[in-house]
Structures are given as C-alpha cells and as structure tokens.
C-alpha cells in the first residue's frame, strides 16, 4: 500500500501546486497546507472553532460527513460555496489521492 498521496491545492493567486501527503501520520488536510508554508491562519489550530482554513472542493472525493461544528463555523465564514470545507476536518487517507482544493480567499 502507498504510504504517500498527491493532493492539488490552487493558491490564492489562482497557482496549481502539486503536494505530497504522508498518510500514515493522521495529519489533516490543514496541517498538511501549514507544512508547505501556505498562508492559512487556522486560528484555532483545527478544532473547527474559525474558517480560516476554509478551502473549496474541486474533484468528486468521496470526504466525511460535515459535522454539527464545521456546519456551524461554515454558516458564519465569508465566502462559502456549496463545495466549501474546513481543512482541519479533513483527515489525509489513500482514498484522498489526486484531491483537488483551492484555498478560499482570506476573510
């Protein structure tokens, strides 16, 4: 089994990056961004208590459930789309290969 993922994050200036993600490390989607030093405040350090790290979903991933808490902070961010999530509530797994995100613009 592959240890690793690649995953395709659009900048905010509109710049498709290709990352390369552990997935046997238990990191979420957010903590993978911080790692490459992509401007993504994650106030709360992904407790799901801001949407500073809000992305948008661009390909057909099956992703779990948005739960009670991300459905609340998604309700009060700027800028949210039908596809938006909060990264922190997305954990890294090998069904996210070739996951394609855009990070939403900074509130």
Do not use: W
Not at 18 to 46: R, T
Not at 91 to 99: V, Y
């Amino acid at each position: 089994m592959n240890k690793e993922i690649t995953i395709y994050l659009v900048d905010r200036m509109g710049v498709k990056h290709k990352l390369i993600a552990p997935v046997d490390f238990n990191l979420n989607l957010m903590e993978l961004i911080k790692s490459y030093e992509f401007p993504l405040e994650a106030i709360c350090g992904g407790m799901a208590l801001c949407a500073s790290c809000q992305c948008y979903v661009n390909s057909d991933h099956q992703l779990p459930e948005i739960l009670e808490n991300e459905e609340a902070m998604l309700a009060e961010a700027l800028n949210v789309k039908k596809n938006s999530r909060l990264s922190c509530q997305i954990l890294i797994n090998e069904r996210l290969d070739g996951l394609n995100i855009t990070l939403a613009p900074e509130e």
